[in-house]
Nanobody, 115 residues
Framework: QVQLVESGGGLVQAGGSLRLSCAAS????????MGWHRQAPGKQRELVAV???????NYADSVKGRFTISRDNAWNPVYLQMNSLKPEDTAVYYC?????????WGQGTQVTVSS
């Protein structure tokens, strides 16, 4: 099993920046990829960014050029640098990891962008 702990959410004005962190523990050797989803009120959870074991990254079109996902070699931690934030980025952000047998989720961290 893998446990995930997120940190770094908060309140920021439009145009500002935040960095989210996700620390993994447990069977981290089994991790294939890690990333972030988000869920805004009344909307479905959506993929924001993901990084694979080989370092390949993928982003939602809505955040390309503004968000950057990165990690160290040991998956601890995985960062999501969020720049040029917009009010529509307001959501609960969930770290997740995909292993050989299961998907694990963090508890979520609130990001609020004021206009």
């Amino acid at each position: 099993q893998v446990q995930l702990v997120e940190s770094g959410g908060g309140l920021v004005q439009a145009g500002g920046s935040l960095r989210l962190s996700c620390a993994a523990s447990g069977s981290i050797f089994s991790i294939n990829s890690m990333g972030w989803h988000r869920q805004a009120p009344g909307k479905q959870r959506e993929l924001v960014a993901v990084i694979t074991r080989g370092g390949v990254t993928n982003y939602a079109d809505s955040v390309k050029g503004r968000f950057t996902i990165s990690r160290d070699n040991a998956w601890n931690p995985v960062y999501l640098q969020m720049n040029s934030l917009k009010p529509e980025d307001t959501a609960v952000y969930y770290c997740y990891t995909d292993t050989r047998t299961a998907v694990y989720w963090g508890q979520g961290t609130q990001v609020t962008v004021s206009s």
